[in-house]
């Protein structure tokens, strides 16, 4: 290997440490041990029939070449009519990105509104790839701890103390990872308030939309604020994790640069995947993936009194996405320092796998563990019994 040095952007970007325990994982259940998996963001379920049906036959008919750099017309049309059908608000086609996934999505909002040195405020705990994005467009992420107080998300006073010369961008997620928490319509109007006396952007990703439970329905930000930014994808809700397709809603004016940066950085998103994702929408497929949020929800509902029988404070209910964000302080000991420990013993000794929170930021991280409920109930059950029987 050639010993020239590697761009300092790129070896700031860290792994994340749910690798190492996927990859320690993997190593065990090559060993014949059964690992049972709460660590992975992403639905066990598979890809609803009606889309992999479509994206079967656009294959067939031989859809296999590259869409305008903004998406396939009819696929942005359809997520236009989405936003009026699911939140009455109008949105014109003429605002819709399509993107390899919500990381496309966020690559070409961060690439267009962040010059070098610039800001850009988030949650910690957060969505680890954000601060990477920012760091990989030379601007800076100013993490700003947030907690069970402002249900793990930004609010107003948070942009007014922390806002400073540099700052250009909020950013939040509503449902968020790692809490599962959501921003209501009120708060969504005083935090787009609060950004526009500072003449800032607000990005906000709604990637978790269509996973709220309890009757709670996530509003869009667009219902408040038409100049934000929204990021979403098909990979949760939708269950289409590997066709990589996502989307992106700009104010007016912002199109012809993200048209740029989007026929740059990746040309189109996949094309068979935007045919797929044309039967997304429909009455049978979204029959299917509220049987699904129903599914999650029961999963909710049972795994959270269990984890807390087991000693972990769950500071905020999360009233969407599919994750428990939970507090181990009382289960940590001399041997057992921190939740990196309490998650490689519980792999080891329980074959369980679970992602401590040091991988979504610093805040009371090593005293925060994340469970995802992306395995049916019975094995979030069965991981609970096994962890209660060799409690640390
Ligand atoms: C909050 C959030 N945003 C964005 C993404 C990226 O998703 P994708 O690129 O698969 O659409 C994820 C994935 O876990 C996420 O949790």
């Not at 014109?92 to 267009?112: C, D, E």
């Not at 109007?189 to 709670?216: P, R």
């Amino acid at each position: 290997m050639s010993n020239k040095p590697i761009a300092q952007r790129a070896q700031d970007i860290k792994p994340f440490y749910v690798m190492d325990i996927l990859a320690q994982a993997k190593r065990l259940e090559a060993q014949g041990k059964d690992i049972i998996h709460m660590e992975v963001g992403e639905p066990d379920f598979p890809t609803p029939q009606p889309i992999v049906d479509a994206g079967i036959k656009a294959l067939h008919a031989g859809k296999t070449h590259y869409t305008p750099a903004l998406g396939l017309p009819e696929l942005r049309e359809t997520i236009a009519q989405w936003y009026q059908q699911r939140y009455q608000v109008d949105v014109s086609l003429n605002r819709i990105v399509v993107t390899p996934g919500a990381s496309g999505a966020l690559l070409l909002v961060m690439g267009a509104l962040l010059d070098k040195g610039c800001n850009v405020l988030l949650a910690d705990p957060g969505y680890p790839c954000n601060r990477h994005f920012a760091r990989f467009v030379e601007a800076k992420a100013k993490t700003i701890d947030v907690n069970a107080e402002s249900n793990y998300q930004l609010t107003a006073d948070h942009i007014n103390q922390h806002w400073d010369e540099q700052s250009v961008m909020a950013l939040v997620a509503s449902p968020s990872n790692p809490t599962g928490t959501v921003l209501t319509k009120q708060q969504l109007s005083d935090l787009s308030q609060a950004i526009q006396a500072k003449q800032g952007h607000l990005v906000v990703d709604e990637i978790y939309h269509g996973l709220t439970y309890d009757n709670f329905d996530a509003p869009t930000v667009l219902s408040v604020n038409q100049n934000a930014f929204v990021i979403n994808s098909f990979s949760k809700f939708f269950g289409m994790t590997g066709w990589r397709l996502g989307w992106l809603v700009v104010p007016e004016g912002y199109i012809d640069v993200m048209d740029r940066l989007a026929q740059n950085l990746f040309l189109a998103a996949p094309t068979m995947s935007q045919y797929a994702a044309l039967a997304a929408f429909k009455s049978d497929t979204l029959a299917i993936l509220e049987q699904r949020r129903q599914v999650f929800e029961q999963r909710r509902n049972s795994l959270l009194p269990a984890l807390e029988n087991l000693g972990l404070d769950i500071q905020a209910t999360p009233q969407g996405a599919f994750y428990l964000y939970a507090n181990c302080q009382q289960l940590l000991n001399d041997d057992l320092p921190d939740s990196v420990a309490l998650c490689d013993f519980w792999l080891k000794n329980a074959g369980v796998a679970v992602t401590p929170g040091n991988d979504f930021g610093y805040s009371l991280a090593n005293q925060h563990i994340r469970f995802a409920y992306t395995s049916d109930q019975q094995k979030l059950l069965a991981a609970v019994e096994r962890m209660s029987n060799i409690q640390p």
